[in-house]
């Protein structure tokens, strides 16, 4: 696994993982939920600080970094991906996480959502989707749904959204889920498993912005405006594809029919949305080898000498490498 457990006696809390960096997420923000959920996966997988490593773009969420105590990176708007890829692919032994929103991530940054997921590198990416662009005053992002009008729109939106969870299954991500910003232990168990995951891991996280989605709100999910008439109580949208009996693995020994049968039913949950909206695992693809092992076929000692581990310079700092004879083929006379 492409992890660092903490060795004995060392025993790390969430409250380790924690910064004294000042938040100013809005209150009742989906992004506190989110923020715990990886405070607590990092701790419950005990892994040590100083072998993650993660990275955002722009953005309220992409802030992610500056509140875990681990190595963080707040790259450029929509970026974040080939920084985690590059990171990961330079040093194997880090446990890499990016972190962004559905605007960053999946409007100026789409280009390098579906190349990081068909070279299927070993990280995890979590997205925060809301549907707003909430730092710049909650312009619709590309999630939200044709003809939704927020509360900061003068008009229903006039694009089609984006379903993240069927563009993560068409670039090639091998690992694909859903959870809730407000059910954090659900989440933290998603978020375990894509880091566990050998293989690109996408986590789509439903993430109420209570500053400007006023449709898809807390209420909305946890589905109080609709009631059971025998009770009274509000019926939840959200549910949990693993109570409903549903099998997102492909191993190894599924045939071509099981494949078929699994994607198809991949789509039909990952297009359910209104009355009813499951969270959990969609996919886990355990049938296409990772990007790093791909290398490796390639480059016999790619892990023991991989690039963060070469030296680079002499004591006094100058270039190990020569390269003259390179030059020369390039000169022009």
């Known amino acids: ?11 790390y809390k969430a409250a380790d993982y924690k910064t004294e960096a000042h938040n100013d997420w809005c209150p009742g923000c989906g ?58 692919l330079a040093n ?15 409007g100026i940054g789409v280009g390098h ?21 909430g730092l710049t005053k909650g312009q619709a992002s590309p999630t939200l ?21 069927l563009l993560a299954l068409a670039a090639g991500f091998t690992f694909i889920a859903r959870g809730y910003a407000y059910d954090v232990k659900h989440l933290r168990e998603l978020i375990r498993r894509g880091i566990e995951h050998n293989g690109s891991a996408y986590i789509d996280v439903l993430q109420p912005c209570p500053t400007y989605n006023d449709i898809n709100t807390k209420d909305w999910y946890g589905g109080d405006d609709r009631k059971d008439p025998q009770t009274g109580m509000a019926l939840p949208r959200v549910y949990k594809l693993n109570q409903s009996g549903y099998d997102p693995v492909i191993g ?17 949950k990952a297009m359910e949305w209104g009355e009813r909206v499951p969270v959990g695992v969609f996919l886990k693809n355990d049938t296409v080898p990772s990007y790093d092992r791909r290398i490796a076929k390639r480059i016999k000692n790619y892990f023991d000498a991989a690039p963060a581990r070469r030296t680079i310079a002499d004591a006094e700092g100058k270039p190990m490498a020569d390269l003259a004879g390179f030059f020369e083929e390039l000169r022009v006379t």
């Open 1 to 11: 696994m492409a992890f660092e457990l903490a060795t004995s006696p060392v025993q």
């Open 31 to 88: 992004d506190f939920g989110i923020l715990s959920a990886v405070q607590l996966t990092l701790a419950d997988m005990q892994l040590a600080p100083h072998r993650v490593v993660i990275f955002s773009g722009i953005g309220c969420s992409s802030k992610l970094p500056h509140f875990v105590n681990t190595y963080g990176i707040h790259t450029l708007h929509g970026r974040s991906l080939p920084f985690a890829v590059g990171a990961k």
């Open 92 to 106: 194997p032994e880090l446990t890499v996480i990016a972190a962004g929103g559905d605007g960053d991530g999946l």
């Open 113 to 133: 959502f579906v190349s990081a997921g068909r070279r299927n590198v070993d990280f995890t990416y979590i997205l925060f989707n809301n549907g707003v662009y």
């Open 145 to 165: 749904r044709l003809g939704i009008k927020t509360k900061s729109l003068p008009q229903p939106n006039i694009n089609e959204g984006v379903n993240p969870l």
């Open 252 to 268: 190894p020994n599924s045939d071509d029919a099981e494949i078929q049968a699994k994607l198809g039913h991949f789509i039909e």
